[in-house]
C-alpha cells in the first residue's frame, strides 16, 4: 500500500487555508474500504455523499467521476482505506455560501487497519461515553465534517483500555450509535431493533446493507428509539461500519452479552458485500 | 490592506489536508477587528481561545506568541480583519486525538467589511432562521470550527433580501443569538437580558465587555433564557459582536423597535472598547 493524497484530481496533499472545510467544516466525506482494487458498497457510499451534497446545496461533481477517480486510487491495492471529502471550496464572506464556488475534492489512501480478528469473534467490550450527541435534524443522517463530537468521545479513553468503541447517548440519553459504527440490537421477545437516526446520529453504509438484507431474509430489522435500559437486557447486540464489518459485544459496563445465531447470521451478510473478516 | 496568510508563522496559504481542522473541525478560532494597528479587546479574544483549547484539551501555542504574532499582523493597518484558527493539527488514526499532535496555527488578515452606517444608526432588520441549533454542553459557548449549523442558517437569505442578520432559536424554541451576533433586550417592564448559552451558541467577546460594562454602570444585564414571545414583547433589541460593535434591531418580521437609550449607551459603551462607527 502506498499512501497518496489527491486534491481536484492531482497528486497533492495541501489545501488553501480559505477552504470552507477547514473554515466552517463546510464539506461531507465517506470512508471507503479497499480489498483486491474493490470498493465495496461504493453506490451506497456514493449515495449518501450526494445526499449529503444535496441537503447542504454543495454542488456535487459527477457521479462518474467521482466513481472513477475512487477505482483509479483501488486500482492495484489489496488492501487499504480511502477517505473522500467533498468540500464547497474557496470563499464567501463569513458563513454565508458563495453562489458559484467550486467544490474541492480531497481524496486520500491509507494503510488498512488491523484489528486483531478476536473482535469479529469473541466480540468487543464497549463502554458508554459520556459527550452526548446534539439534535439537529437538518444534519441527521449525514456524514458531515462538524464531528467535534465523536472527537471528545473518543479521547474519553485511552487504546490501554479494555474498550474498542464508546456508545454514544443524545442529549435525551436515548442510545444513537457508537464513535464510529452504528449499533443493532436483538430484544429477548425477538424484536430487533437499530436506533432511528432522524434527529442526530451518521446513516451508516453497513447499517443501511443490513436493514436491506434483512428485509430481504424475511427478518426485518425496526429503526427506532433505542433506550440504555433496552441495550443493557437485550439478548444480542453488535456494532457495525463499512471498514469493520461487524463486531459483537461480548460487553457493556457490567452486561454481557452472548454472540447469538443473529449477529453471526449478520456477519455473513457483510461479508457477502465484501466486508469483514472471511 | 494587503490579504495574507501565515501557517505557524510562515508566509503561507496551504495547509496540509490531514490537518484535523479539515478532517473533523478539530479546533477554534477566532476573528478580530484592527483600527489603526491595533486589536480591540484582545485580551478577551485569547481568553476565549484558550477556554476553547482547554476544553478541547489542544496543546495551544504560548499567549505570548500568538500575541505577538497578532499585533505583528495588525501592525500599520488602518482596518482590517485578522482571522486566528488554532487546530489539533495533523494526526491520530479516525478521531483518536493523538497524545503528541502539534498545534496548527493560521492567520489570515482580510479588508475590513464595509456596512453600510445607517445599520449601526437606525437599525437593522433581522429574521428568524428555521435552521435550530442543537445542544451540546461540552461545546457551548466555544467558537470552534464546527459551523455547519451558521452555515445553513445563513444561506436561508440573500443578499438581495432585506435582512441584515438571522436569528437563531434552539431545539427548543428559545432565543440564542444571531448566526455571527449576540442578542440583548431591554424588557417593557426594564429587564435587561442577553440569552444564556450554556447550552449552545457562542459566548461574544463583545457580549462579554458589556456584561461586565453593565455591571460597572449598575445595570447589569441578566444571563436567562429568553423566548421568542419575549423578544417580541421587547422595547429594545440589539445584536452585537467585536467587529460590527451593536446594531439596534428596528424590526423582527411585523414587530417593530425603537432605537433607545440604552441600546444607545450600550453603543457608547462599545465604541469606548474601541469598536463600532464613531
Same mark, same amino acid.
Given at each position: 500500500?502506498?499512501?497518496?493524497?489527491?486534491?481536484?484530481?492531482?497528486l497533492?496533499d495541501?489545501?488553501?487555508?480559505?477552504?470552507?472545510?477547514?473554515?466552517y467544516?463546510?464539506?461531507?466525506?465517506?470512508?471507503?474500504?479497499?480489498?483486491?482494487?474493490?470498493?465495496?458498497?461504493?453506490?451506497?457510499?456514493?449515495?449518501?455523499?450526494?445526499?449529503?451534497?444535496?441537503?447542504?446545496?454543495?454542488?456535487?461533481p459527477?457521479?462518474?467521476?467521482?466513481?472513477?477517480?475512487?477505482?483509479?486510487?483501488?486500482?492495484?491495492?489489496?488492501?487499504?482505506?480511502?477517505?473522500?471529502?467533498?468540500?464547497?471550496?474557496?470563499?464567501?464572506?463569513?458563513?454565508?455560501?458563495?453562489?458559484?464556488?467550486?467544490?474541492?475534492?480531497?481524496?486520500?489512501?491509507?494503510?488498512?487497519?488491523?484489528?486483531?480478528?478476536?473482535?469479529?469473534?469473541?466480540?468487543?467490550?464497549?463502554?458508554?461515553?459520556?459527550?452526548?450527541?446534539?439534535?439537529?435534524?437538518?444534519?441527521?443522517?449525514?456524514?458531515?465534517?462538524?464531528?467535534?463530537?465523536?472527537v /471528545?468521545? =473518543? *479521547?474519553?479513553?485511552?487504546?490501554?483500555?479494555?474498550?474498542q468503541?464508546? !456508545?454514544? $447517548?443524545? %442529549?435525551?440519553? +436515548?442510545?444513537?450509535?457508537?464513535t464510529?459504527?452504528?449499533?443493532?440490537?436483538?430484544?429477548?421477545?425477538?424484536?430487533?431493533?437499530?436506533?432511528?437516526?432522524?434527529r442526530?446520529?451518521?446513516?451508516g453504509?453497513?447499517?443501511?446493507?443490513? /436493514?436491506? =438484507? *434483512?428485509?430481504?431474509?424475511?427478518?426485518?430489522?425496526?429503526?427506532?428509539? !433505542?433506550? $440504555?435500559? %433496552?441495550l443493557? +437486557?437485550?439478548?444480542?447486540?453488535?456494532?457495525?461500519?463499512?471498514?469493520?464489518?461487524?463486531?459483537?459485544?461480548?460487553?457493556?459496563?457490567?452486561?454481557?452479552?452472548?454472540?447469538?445465531?443473529?449477529?453471526?447470521?449478520?456477519?455473513?451478510?457483510?461479508?457477502? *458485500?465484501?466486508?469483514?473478516?472471511?
Open positions: 500500500m502506498t499512501e497518496a493524497f489527491w486534491v481536484n484530481g492531482e497533492r495541501q489545501v488553501s487555508v480559505s477552504d470552507r472545510g477547514l473554515q467544516g463546510d464539506g461531507v466525506f465517506e470512508t471507503l474500504p479497499v480489498k483486491h482494487g474493490q470498493i465495496a458498497l461504493l453506490a451506497y457510499h456514493l449515495d449518501r455523499l450526494y445526499a449529503g451534497c444535496e441537503r447542504l446545496a454543495i454542488n456535487a459527477s457521479r462518474e467521476k467521482l466513481q472513477s477517480e475512487l477505482l483509479s486510487a483501488a486500482c492495484g491495492e489489496q488492501h487499504a482505506i480511502l477517505k473522500l471529502l467533498i468540500t464547497r471550496g474557496v470563499g464567501g464572506r463569513g458563513y454565508r455560501p458563495p453562489p458559484d464556488s467550486e467544490t474541492t475534492r480531497i481524496l486520500t489512501r491509507h494503510p488498512w487497519p488491523d484489528h486483531p480478528s478476536a473482535w469479529s469473534g469473541v466480540g468487543i467490550q464497549l463502554r458508554v461515553c459520556s459527550t452526548r450527541l446534539g439534535h439537529n435534524s437538518r444534519l441527521a443522517g449525514l456524514k458531515h465534517l462538524n464531528r467535534l463530537e465523536q /471528545l468521545a =473518543r *479521547a474519553e479513553w485511552s487504546e490501554r483500555e479494555p474498550w468503541e464508546g !456508545l454514544m $447517548l443524545d %442529549e435525551e440519553g +436515548a442510545v444513537i450509535e457508537g464510529m459504527t452504528n449499533v443493532f440490537v436483538c430484544m429477548a421477545d425477538g424484536r430487533r431493533i437499530t436506533s432511528e437516526l432522524s442526530c446520529g451518521v446513516a453504509v453497513m447499517r443501511r446493507h443490513l /436493514l436491506e =438484507r *434483512a428485509v430481504e431474509a424475511g427478518e426485518p430489522v425496526q429503526e427506532a428509539q !433505542l433506550s $440504555l435500559k %433496552e443493557q +437486557a437485550a439478548r444480542e447486540v453488535f456494532v457495525c461500519n463499512s471498514l469493520i464489518g461487524i463486531w459483537p459485544v461480548r460487553r457493556l459496563d457490567n452486561q454481557e452479552y452472548a454472540v447469538g445465531d443473529w449477529t453471526r447470521r449478520m456477519q455473513h451478510w457483510a461479508r457477502e *458485500a465484501g466486508i469483514g473478516t472471511d
